[in-house]
């Protein structure tokens, strides 16, 4: 043990200088002190290294999309393509990022996603031409894949599936946006819309035939009932 | 009814938390248990597979509702490991099997950490001690539980994850909390994520006779001796009119019999204007004292406790969506939350640990987290005649402590210091 005389105090410690006021400490005795606490040098390399890496892309990514902005605007033919290509780098942020970060339910990423490419894919349909083909087919059918998807989820995790409820109720509602679109006249093509709200209609029933009291609970549960 | 079926809200305490985690005011405490020998891994893994069983208000991940958070069965399994990371650092629940508390071990000692949310120090204490009960029959040793472990075989009484501030709620009886804003301690900040952790050991024997002499209480001692080593430490920074106020955290069971594992503690914030430094101890200590016996009178607590029920009872206020509410209490927090003391002193007495166990353990240790406002922290626990004094500290300056454990020894009292820092 050693002994600090200005603190008057005993320390249990392999350091030179008293821990409160930083003098010399006197050794009294001759016993060595087992390490008390980890030497924290080696901590959490990985991370730091992970989040540079994470910097670097996002770099790249504004670089990119400042570089196309610019020569889109001083070669001007009527086309705002460097939009596109903006759009593009948050997608692949949207698609590739937010599964990284690990912290966001499944499902709801999934949904995130799914606006999120339809947002895009509309904003490509709207300046190369404005065929409608986004509302027309993509819209419905990607909401019908990922509406497979989810209700896949459900089936195969059983353990969680309350999880996933709460979002398959969110997909049964967001299935009927067709109708404003069709109401609005906008699309033209209608069998992949009535396609999509059948789907939806189909998982409304679902959660009642098999997941009506646990939807009960749920819903309990998130309101705090 | 099924696992999965079983939720709890959070306690009363508890849903100021998740608002105002972060890395920089992780609301962490620690206990450390320092066994004879050195821990055993494997086994202290197994032992908590089993302890978890025990406590079903801790194994829990916390979800987001729409008006609320609650806590919903965690269905991964909790894992131990060895300790790296610096004391009481915020707890990432994604990283951790979305479990609130960590287990973790260096050398002979086992660490809970445990995030405020689902715990008071109370509360952990019971579960380390369920944990170092099934640790040690794991290794062959002849242990008993003598009334004073709750292990599987005596049943989970509903009380223990009851939110029993709403047991002793009473509507009439509420008064402004209204206070003198307390001066803040202040230095050169560690790096990001640094803590650092200096243990005082006393003797508890020549402790009780110390107090004694004075005719006060352990605590109240210490927190005078607290007030003192701020007046000491911060002669630079303080005015005359500055106010050094000790929060000092009040374990409710002692006053509204509860068995609950999870958050019933409340806090009385014990001031004093700075003095000149030639001011008398003795009457330091007896304002302190008297200060205390008010504040810890059942009624005062009542009165000051009960508007926190109130609020969450408020249908108004239940009706506002998670993310404002969570945006508003960190906001009220931020201003005037930890305006109201310079640092805490939690003291959770004596660890009662049954006899057959007491020859494997050699002492426990209790830390608490800090903030940018209250960047030291103090904890006082007492096992087997040693007192471990605790500060934590996100500051490199170690000025209180040296005034603190000075002030001790020029009492007469023998101090031993062990610190994080090798």
């Known amino acids: 043990m050693k002994k600090c005389l ?165 997909m049964a509602v967001i299935g009927f946006y067709p109708l404003i679109l069709i109401a609005f006249g906008v699309i033209d093509v209608l069998w992949p819309s009535y396609t999509a709200m059948m789907f939806a209609v189909l998982l409304i029933c679902g959660l009642f035939i098999f997941g009506r009291d646990k939807l009960k609970k749920e819903i309990r549960k998130r309101m705090n009932l | 009814m099924k696992k999965e079926d079983t939720w709890f809200e959070l306690d009363t305490a508890a849903k100021l938390y998740p608002a105002i985690m972060s890395p920089k005011q992780a609301s962490v405490f620690r206990l450390s248990c320092t066994l004879t020998d050195p821990v055993d891994p494997e086994m202290l893994q197994t032992a908590l597979y089993v302890t978890i069983q025990r406590y079903p208000s801790f194994n829990v991940r916390l979800k987001r509702g729409v008006f609320w958070n609650y806590f919903e069965p965690n269905t991964n399994h909790p894992t131990v490991s060895e300790e790296t990371a610096y004391p009481c650092q915020m707890l990432d629940a994604s990283k951790n099997n979305d479990f609130l508390f960590q287990v973790t071990w260096f050398g002979k000692r086992i660490n809970l950490e445990i995030f405020h949310v689902i715990a008071d120090a109370t509360g952990g204490i019971e579960f380390l001690k369920t944990l170092v009960f099934y640790y040690l029959s794991l290794q062959g040793k002849v242990v008993a539980t003598q009334g004073l472990i709750r292990t599987l075989e005596t049943k989970i009484d509903p009380e223990e994850t009851e939110n029993s501030f709403v047991r002793y709620y009473d509507p009439k009886i509420v008064t402004s909390r209204a206070e003198e804003k307390a001066f803040h301690y202040s230095g050169s900040s560690l790096p990001f994520q640094h803590s650092r952790l200096i243990h005082g050991l006393i003797s508890t024997e020549d402790l009780l006779d110390k107090v004694h002499a004075y005719h006060a209480t352990v605590t109240e001692y210490l927190t005078a001796v607290l007030i003192k080593a701020y007046f000491n430490a911060s002669e630079s920074l303080i005015k005359s009119e500055d106010i050094v106020k000790i929060s000092v955290p009040i374990n409710l069971r002692a006053i509204f019999p509860s068995r609950t594992v999870r958050n019933f503690s409340f806090y009385m914030n014990i001031g004093e204007k700075y003095q000149q430094k030639d ?39 239940r009706a506002v969506p998670l993310d404002v509410k969570l945006a508003v209490i960190r906001q009220v927090h931020q201003m005037i939350g930890e305006d109201l003391f310079t640092c805490s002193l939690s003291n959770i007495g004596v660890i009662g640990i049954p006899d057959s166990m007491r020859p494997f353990i050699a002492r426990f240790d209790f830390g608490l987290s800090t903030s940018d406002k209250i960047p030291v922290n103090c904890s006082v626990c007492s096992y087997k005649g040693i007192v471990s004094i605790t500060f934590s500290s996100s500051i490199k300056e170690t000025t209180l402590e040296k005034e603190f454990f000075r002030f001790l020894a020029k009492d007469g009292l023998q101090v031993t210091i062990e610190t994080s820092e090798g």
């Open chain 1, 6 to 170: 200005e603190c008057n105090v005993w320390v249990n410690t392999n350091a030179i200088r008293c821990p409160l006021c930083g003098v010399g400490l006197n050794q009294l005795g001759q016993s060595e002190t087992t390490l008390l606490y980890p030497s924290y040098s080696k901590n959490r390399h990985g991370k730091r290294k992970m989040n540079f890496l994470a910097k670097i892309f996002f770099f790249i990514s504004i670089a990119a999309s400042l570089i196309c902005f610019f020569v889109n605007v001083l070669t001007w033919n009527g086309l705002p393509w460097s939009l596109v290509v903006a759009g593009g780098i948050i997608i692949s942020w949207l698609l590739v990022g937010l599964p990284l970060l690990k912290t966001m339910n499944l499902n709801f990423m999934l949904i995130d996603q799914m606006i999120g490419v339809q947002i895009y894919l509309y904003l490509i349909d709207r300046i190369f031409g404005n065929k409608g083909w986004s509302l027309n087919y993509v819209y419905p059918l990607l909401y019908v894949a990922v509406a497979i998807v989810i209700v896949l989820f459900v089936i195969i995790y059983r353990i969680a599936w309350h999880d996933y409820l709460i979002t398959a109720v969110i």
């Open chain 2, 279 to 317: 001011d008398r101890f003795e009457s330091l200590l007896r304002k302190v004292s008297e200060q205390m016996k008010e504040q810890l009178q059942r009624e005062k607590i009542l009165a000051r406790m009960n508007p926190n029920v109130s609020f969450e009872k408020n249908a108004a206020i």
